[in-house]
């Protein structure tokens, strides 16, 4: 798990060598008042995921993974 900074980046120390699916939510997505999953997600304005807004990654030790311009619409956060 990790929360990003304003920026939008973030680091998860430790993770092993491997594919890895990662999975986005937010406090204010998803059809809950609680939050929920991301799903209208699009990296550098590609849509990703299924319907949990997964992203699969390569992670190489000792290598910085740079997910790209992952953004979604306001309207996904408001709904």
């Not at 060598?17 to 590609?46: A, I, N, P, S």
């Not at 299924?50 to 390569?58: D, F, I, K, M, S």
Request: no cysteine; glycine share 16%; hydrophobic share 35%.
């Amino acid at each position: 798990m990790a929360i990003s900074a304003e920026t939008g980046e973030f680091e998860i120390k430790n993770l092993p060598d491997g594919d890895w699916t990662f999975v986005f939510w937010h406090e204010r997505g998803g059809r809950t008042k609680e939050g929920g999953y991301l799903t209208g997600l699009t990296q550098d304005g590609k849509k990703i995921g299924g319907r949990l807004g997964e992203l699969e990654v390569t992670i190489k030790d000792g290598e910085v993974t740079d997910l790209g311009t992952l953004t979604i619409s306001a309207a996904d956060l408001t709904k």
